[in-house]
C-alpha cells in the first residue's frame, strides 16, 4: 500500500520570504503523479501543484514549485515570495496513474505566514 | 463553469440514525470521489463512482456506501451513525478516463456531526 508522510505537522514564514515543506511517500508502482493541496480555513481545497513520476523536470507553478527525487521518494514544495493569502495546511498527495483515482494523503502542515 | 457543490453544508444527526449526503460534480465531469476528514486520521478515501459505477473502494465498513446517476450526481449514505462519523466529507470531481492532465477538484464539504 502507498504511504505519505508529512514530517512536519506546523511551519511559519516570515511574508516576502521563502519557505519549503517536506513529503516523502512509499510505493511499488514507478508511474504516478504527486500532488500538492491547499486547504485554507474556509476548507475548500485547491489544487497548488501536480508532477507525474515520469517527468524528470519539476513543476513550477508561478511562486510554487517542487523539488522531485524520485529515486528518494521525497516530494517537497516550495513558495516563494510568501504571502498572507498562503496561510492554509498543506496536503501531498499520491495517485496511480491510470484510471485509479484516489488520492493517498499526508496528514498535513499548518503554515503560518507572518505579517 | 461552476464549481463542485455539496449538500447539506452542514449536518446534525444522532447515534443510530442515517444520512445522505450530495455532491453535484463540474459540467463534463463523470467521476466523483468521496473522503473523511477528521483531525485523528486526516484524509481518508471513501469510494470513487465513474459512470455510475462504483470503481474503487477504501477500507470502510459496509455502513458507508453511494451511487452515482445518469448525471454524475452522487450520493453517499451512512446507516446506523456512530459518534466517530463525525467529520467533513469531501467529494472531488474529474473526467476520470485516465487523461494524464485529468485534477481532482474538491467541493466545500459537507459537516457531519454525530451527537
Known amino acids: 500500500a502507498q504511504t505519505v508522510t508529512q514530517s512536519q505537522p506546523e511551519m511559519s514564514v516570515q511574508e516576502a520570504e521563502t519557505v519549503t515543506l517536506s513529503c516523502t511517500y512509499d510505493?511499488?508502482?514507478?508511474?504516478?503523479?504527486l500532488f500538492w493541496y491547499k486547504q485554507p480555513p474556509s476548507r475548500q481545497m485547491i489544487l497548488v501543484i501536480r508532477?507525474?513520476?515520469?517527468?524528470?523536470q519539476n513543476a513550477t507553478e508561478n511562486r510554487f514549485s517542487v523539488n522531485f527525487q524520485k529515486a528518494a521518494k521525497s516530494f517537497s514544495l516550495k513558495i516563494s515570495d510568501s504571502q498572507l493569502g498562503d496561510a492554509a495546511m498543506y496536503f501531498c498527495?499520491?495517485?496511480?496513474?491510470?484510471?485509479?483515482?484516489?488520492?493517498?494523503f499526508g496528514k498535513g502542515t499548518l503554515l503560518t505566514v507572518n505579517p | 463553469k461552476a464549481g463542485v457543490t455539496q449538500t447539506p453544508r452542514y449536518l446534525i444527526k444522532t447515534r443510530g440514525q442515517q444520512v445522505t449526503l450530495s455532491c453535484s460534480p463540474i459540467?463534463?465531469?463523470?467521476?466523483v470521489s468521496w473522503y473523511q476528514q477528521t483531525p485523528g486520521q486526516g484524509l481518508q478515501f471513501l469510494f470513487e463512482?465513474?459512470?455510475?459505477?462504483?470503481?474503487n473502494k477504501g477500507n470502510f465498513p459496509g455502513r458507508f456506501s453511494g451511487r452515482q446517476f445518469s448525471n454524475s450526481r452522487s450520493e453517499m449514505n451512512v446507516s446506523t451513525l456512530e459518534l466517530g462519523d463525525s467529520a467533513l466529507y469531501l467529494c472531488?470531481?474529474?473526467?476520470?478516463?485516465?487523461?494524464?492532465?485529468?485534477?481532482?477538484?474538491f467541493g466545500p464539504g459537507t459537516r457531519l456531526t454525530v451527537l
Open positions: 472531488a470531481s474529474s473526467l476520470g478516463a485516465g487523461q494524464t492532465t485529468d485534477t481532482q477538484y
Open positions: 459540467s463534463g465531469h463523470r467521476s
Open positions: 463512482y465513474f459512470s455510475e459505477t462504483q470503481r
Open positions: 498527495a499520491y495517485r496511480r496513474r491510470g484510471s485509479n483515482y484516489k488520492l493517498t
Open positions: 508532477q507525474e513520476a515520469y517527468k524528470q
Open positions: 510505493t511499488s508502482e514507478s508511474d504516478y503523479y
